[in-house]
T-cell receptor
Framework: LAKTTQPISMDSYEGQEVNITCSHNNIATNDYITWYQQFPSQGPRFIIQGYKTKVTNEVASLFIPADRKSSTLSLPRVSLSDTAVYYCLVRTGANNLFFGTGTRLTVIP | ETGVTQTPRHLVMGMTNKKSLKCEQHLGHNAMYWYKQSAKKPLELMFVYSLEERVENNSVPSRFSPECPNSSHLFLHLHTLQPEDSALYLC????????????????FGPGTRLTVL
């Protein structure tokens, strides 16, 4: 299983763009990069997934460089409700979900 | 609401008790999972059921016993637990393709907060 490394915590002011970078040096050819969000006392919730280059959906963008050894989750104009833990996962097949310690994002008014 | 429900939401039990956690998914998925989340530790995958058969058991102690009677229900039977088993237990489900490596997002329930005294 490819392990991931991401910052333990980040703070941001409301309305700013937040970029969370994740390292996955041992990513394999068939691995996808997936991000989940978790609020206190709730289960994780899928945000976005990508394989290479850039993926964008209604809540976030995911940037993956050509070597795929890292990825960056970008949250545009965060609000207080975006305060949560964000997990970067590298997955080969649905069963192999390895959650690291995640990044605790705190949005400040 | 994610379509995955868990009961009870909170459970306090003694080390000699026997209790069960229940998970139900209303999404028509064919795979279900149990995870454990301890304080300040990453989520740990405990069990995976695919088409109602257990496909993975990550060295979980025998005091945790899963049961999947059908594709919509998953149980975790607990007996003679230890205080260090206190944690948030999360259930998830997904739709597996079994044919290729297509993406299959996992949908998580709200969890059961377990305290072992």
């Amino acid at each position: 299983l490819a392990k991931t490394t991401q910052p333990i915590s980040m703070d941001s002011y409301e309305g700013q763009e937040v970029n969370i970078t994740c390292s996955h040096n041992n990513i394999a050819t068939n691995d996808y990069i997936t991000w989940y969000q978790q609020f206190p006392s709730q289960g994780p919730r899928f945000i976005i997934q990508g394989y290479k280059t850039k993926v964008t959906n209604e809540v976030a963008s995911l940037f993956i460089p050509a070597d795929r050894k890292s990825s960056t989750l970008s949250l545009p104009r965060v609000s207080l409700s975006d305060t949560a833990v964000y997990y970067c996962l590298v997955r080969t097949g649905a069963n192999n979900l390895f959650f690291g310690t995640g990044t605790r994002l705190t949005v400040i008014p | 609401e994610t379509g995955v429900t868990q009961t009870p939401r909170h459970l306090v039990m003694g080390m000699t008790n026997k209790k069960s956690l229940k998970c139900e998914q209303h999404l028509g998925h064919n795979a279900m999972y149990w995870y454990k989340q301890s304080a300040k530790k990453p989520l740990e995958l405990m069990f995976v059921y695919s088409l109602e058969e257990r496909v993975e058991n990550n060295s979980v102690p025998s005091r945790f016993s899963p049961e999947c009677p059908n594709s919509s229900h998953l149980f975790l039977h607990l007996h003679t637990l230890q205080p260090e088993d206190s944690a948030l237990y999360l259930c998830a489900s997904s739709q597996e393709s079994f044919r290729d490596d297509t993406f299959n997002e996992q949908f998580f329930g709200p969890g059961t907060r377990l305290t072992v005294l």
